[in-house]
C-alpha cells in the first residue's frame, strides 16, 4: 500500500508540476518518491506473491481519485464511483482469500 501510495503522490506532483512556473524541484520530488515506491515495492515481493501483491498496486487508482477531487477540484462522476468502488472490493477479495490461499499452499 505504500508503494501505491508512493506512485500516486508522484503522479500528482507530476500534474501539478506542469502548471508551475518552476517545476524543476517539484519533478525531482516526484522522482524521488516514484523510487521509495519502487524500493517498497521490492520488499513487499521479497516477502508476498506477484499474484496478490501486483493487484493491490491497482489502489492507487483509488488513491488517485481521491487526491484529484480533494487536491486538483476534479468532477466525480458515477462511473468513477462504481469502477472505485471495484477496484476496491477486487483488492478486499484478494486480502480475504488471497491470503487464504496462501496459507493452505505453504
Known sequence: MVSAASLCATQ???KIATQSTTPIPLYILGFFLFGLGGIFMI?????GKLSILQ???SFNCVIAVV???MILG???SVE???G???IC???LILIIFGSKESRVGS
Not at 520488499?43 to 516477502?47: N, R, S, T, Y
Open 80 to 82: 468513477k464511483v462504481v
Open 55 to 57: 493487484p493491490m498496486n
Open 84 to 86: 472505485t468502488l471495484f
Open 67 to 69: 487526491l484529484g477531487v
Open 89 to 91: 472490493v477486487g483488492i
Open 74 to 76: 476534479e468532477q466525480l
Open 43 to 47: 520488499l513487499a515481493f521479497k516477502f
Open 12 to 14: 500528482l506532483i507530476w
